[in-house]
């Protein structure tokens, strides 16, 4: 199973932020797993967004619960993330990454059985 992410790599302050992860090498309909979003700022670590599991329970951040959203899409094989209402701090490199089990929180690559190379988004007028 392999991740891709991709997205705008610019987006501008007060829009919304819409980025895919295709997933390829399995249908995402046979694999019960649990599909996360996860960021990381420049020079900072990295921050755990939310998860969407293989039945569409979503869980989130709680500092982004109210701009976020975790989609998925079977018949394309997608997992979406949409980040409204973006401002400068929210420029990051966004991964995707999927796991076997549930584990609110987690920003280890070793909590993950797959993990996207990640996609870069600028937030800038």
């Known amino acids: 199973v392999q991740l891709q992410e991709s997205g705008p790599g610019l987006v501008k302050p007060s829009q919304t932020l819409s980025l895919s992860c295709t997933v390829s090498?399995?249908?995402?309909?046979?694999?019960?797993?649990?599909w996360a979003w996860i960021r990381q700022p420049p020079g900072k670590g990295l921050e755990w967004m939310g998860v969407?599991?293989?039945?569409?329970?979503?869980y989130y951040s709680p500092s982004l619960k109210s701009r976020t959203s975790i989609a998925r899409d079977t018949s394309n094989n997608q997992v979406t993330l949409t980040l409204r209402s973006v401002t400068p701090e929210d420029t990051a490199v966004y991964y995707c990454?999927?796991?076997?089990?549930?584990?609110?929180?987690?920003?280890?690559?070793?909590?993950?059985?797959?993990w996207g190379q990640g996609t870069q988004v600028t937030v800038s007028s």
């Open positions: 090498g399995a249908s995402m309909a046979t694999l019960f797993y649990y």
């Open positions: 969407i599991s293989y039945s569409g329970s979503t």
């Open positions: 990454a999927a796991s076997k089990t549930l584990i609110l929180g987690a920003t280890t690559k070793d909590s993950y059985d797959y």
